[in-house]
């Protein structure tokens, strides 16, 4: 089926989808179509009123989307949430931090603000040692307390 995806600067496009796709997979398509990260896309099917699409493991067809049907797409930026560190004598800092931030990248700003090299930093978050990837792929969220241990030398 054929969808319309419309954008707030007045352009459409048309996607090809089956009824059976998630909405998950409509976001990947247009990421890849269209250049438009999954994270920063809200999807509001209009049938008559506006019928957000937010679960993104929900079938198109769950939502009532049929062949012609119009999606907008509004672009969102990110909020920015507050965490926590909390180093290894138990002191912790206050970090404001965006969801999609790169591990790589929050290990950068620990090593500048925190005087800990990057190579000697563990940075844990509900028991997982974040090493790469963003820092929602850690599930972390607003107010969550990421541990900061150091590495221990020798052979």
Do not use: W
Not at 2 to 21: A, C, E, F
Not at 42 to 66: H, I, M, P, Q, W
Request: proline content about 3%; glycine content about 6%; overall charge positive.
């Amino acid at each position: 089926m054929d969808l319309t995806i419309s954008l707030m600067n007045g352009s459409s496009h048309i996607l090809r989808v089956h009824p059976h796709d998630t909405v998950g997979s409509l976001k990947i398509l247009i990421q890849q179509k269209l250049r438009i990260s999954c994270e920063t896309q809200k999807l509001v099917f209009e049938n008559g009123c506006s019928t957000t699409l937010n679960n993104d493991s929900a079938t198109l067809e769950s939502y009532g989307l049929r062949s012609g049907a119009k999606v907008n797409l509004l672009v969102t930026t990110p909020a920015i949430i507050q965490v926590f560190l909390k180093n290894e004598k138990g002191v912790s800092s206050t970090y404001d931090i965006k969801p999609d931030e790169m591990v790589s990248h929050f290990r950068s700003r620990v090593e500048e603000r925190e005087r800990v090299p990057v190579s000697q930093q563990r940075l844990l978050h509900e028991s997982r040692e974040m090493n790469e990837g963003k820092l929602s792929d850690y599930n972390v969220r607003a107010n969550s307390t990421i541990f900061l241990n150091l590495r221990l030398r020798g052979g």
